[in-house]
């Protein structure tokens, strides 16, 4: 990338004179004045310095590989059926709370009446 930032600048300078040269051809051999065609120079100039920019960004690093990534699970077994997830580490048992063994018999409390 150095070596087209140092392309570029090198020939800023000779197509500025080329395009200079041009336009004052055509305002000599043609109905065209310079005071019409000037406005060539500024887009030159935005043109070489949309490429020295260019030329000076840094590369950007690669899409990963494997293509698009497959739907979530949810999506798959027939579209979004709202809540969440049950996770296979929570309870095992009916009414007991993670870790708990699934046996509460007085309920919430904890003891019996």
């Known amino acids: 990338m150095a070596a087209d930032a140092s392309l570029i ?3 800023r300078g ?3 004179l080329i395009t200079l040269g041009v336009l004052f051809t055509l305002d ?4 065209y004045s310079f005071g019409r065609t000037w406005p060539v ?3 030159v100039f935005g ?3 949309l490429l020295r920019r260019g030329a000076s960004l840094p ?3 690669p899409p990963p590989m494997g ?4 739907p979530p699970p949810s999506a798959m077994s027939g ?3 709202g809540g969440y997830r049950q996770s296979p580490y929570g309870n095992t048992g009916s009414g007991g709370t993670a870790g708990s063994s699934g046996s509460n018999p007085g309920g919430a409390g904890g003891g019996s009446r």
């Open 9 to 11: 600048r090198a020939i």
């Open 14 to 16: 000779p197509i500025t």
């Open 28 to 31: 000599h051999f043609t109905p």
């Open 41 to 43: 120079l500024l887009i």
């Open 47 to 49: 043109l070489l310095s």
């Open 59 to 61: 590369p950007q690093p």
């Open 67 to 70: 293509g698009p990534w497959p």
């Open 79 to 81: 579209g979004y059926t």
